[in-house]
């Protein structure tokens, strides 16, 4: 099965940019499959932030990151990079990278099958 590790967590202050990375370490990962990230703030739900798919590359943002977070891939590593520029401490979160083959709404965190462990991403004021 597809195994997601994630990099790039870490504290920074706001304005501050951030870049995450998530790399498939199965082998396993194909242009079948959509790429995506969510991120989870302690005592809340999982909320979602980005993803793209794979054969054409169509982004989607939440509102709340749109012009701010950028999403693209690497095919050839079977990587996805999140770029974050101008953070704020309200984007605190752990940053988890997701997988899936067709994920029918990809704002939804149950459509997505494959989660890594997560990286830790710290905004300070």
């Known amino acids: 099965q597809v195994q997601l590790v994630e990099s790039g967590g870490g504290t920074v202050q706001a304005g501050d940019s951030l870049r995450l990375a998530c790399v498939d370490s199965s082998g396993r990962f194909d242009s079948n499959y959509h790429m995506g990230w969510f991120r989870q703030a302690p005592g809340k739900e999982a909320e979602f932030v980005a993803a793209i798919t794979w054969k054409d590359g169509i982004t989607y943002y939440a509102d709340s990151v749109k012009g701010r977070f950028t999403i693209s891939k690497d095919g050839g590593e079977n990587s996805n990079y999140l770029q974050m520029n101008s953070v704020k401490p309200e984007d605190t979160a752990v940053y988890y990278c997701?997988?899936?083959?067709?994920?029918?709404?990809?704002?939804?965190?149950?459509?997505?099958?494959?989660w890594g462990r997560g990286t830790q991403v710290t905004v300070s004021s």
């Open positions: 997701t997988a899936d083959q067709m994920p029918s709404t990809v704002t939804a965190a149950s459509e997505w099958q494959y």
